[in-house]
């Protein structure tokens, strides 16, 4: 399972700090995953982060903005968000898949298995 959680409603310009905590999978072999759905939209890739946490991989949306990091003694993943904007507003889910491959591979929606529920940020202008 995964628990995403950290949204809420902000002004733009302030940040935001989302966190996931995986349970019922070995965290450290897995790749985790940050997206966003905003209304009317299809699921968008935001930042992935390989299981050392040595890898990461940013949508070119949110590099210098987004950090993705994680600590696998705690089974979470953490989504800093800076600098938001309005078209950052979206549900964000967190994705867990099994690490094979290199961080790229896991750019898209069908490369993931596991999905949290969703944490809703909306920004407003």
């Not at 979470?76 to 889910?93: F, G, I, R």
């Not at 491959?101 to 490369?111: E, G, L």
């Not at 596991?114 to 809703?120: F, R, V």
Request: net charge positive; hydrophobic share 35%.
């Amino acid at each position: 399972q995964l628990q995403a959680s950290g949204g809420g409603l902000v002004q733009a310009g302030v940040s935001l700090r989302l966190s996931c905590v995986a349970s019922g999978l070995t965290f450290s072999s897995y790749v985790m995953g940050w997206f966003r759905q905003a209304p009317g939209k299809e699921r968008e890739f935001v930042a992935a982060i390989g299981w050392s946490g040595r890898s990461t991989y940013g949508a070119d949306s949110v590099k210098g903005r987004f950090t993705i990091s994680r600590d696998n003694a705690k089974s979470t993943v953490h989504l800093q968000m800076n600098s938001l904007k309005p078209e950052d507003t979206a549900v964000y889910y967190c994705a867990a898949q099994r690490s094979l491959y290199p961080i790229t591979y896991y750019a898209t929606n069908d490369r993931y298995n596991n999905w949290g529920q969703g944490t809703q940020v909306t920004v407003s202008s």
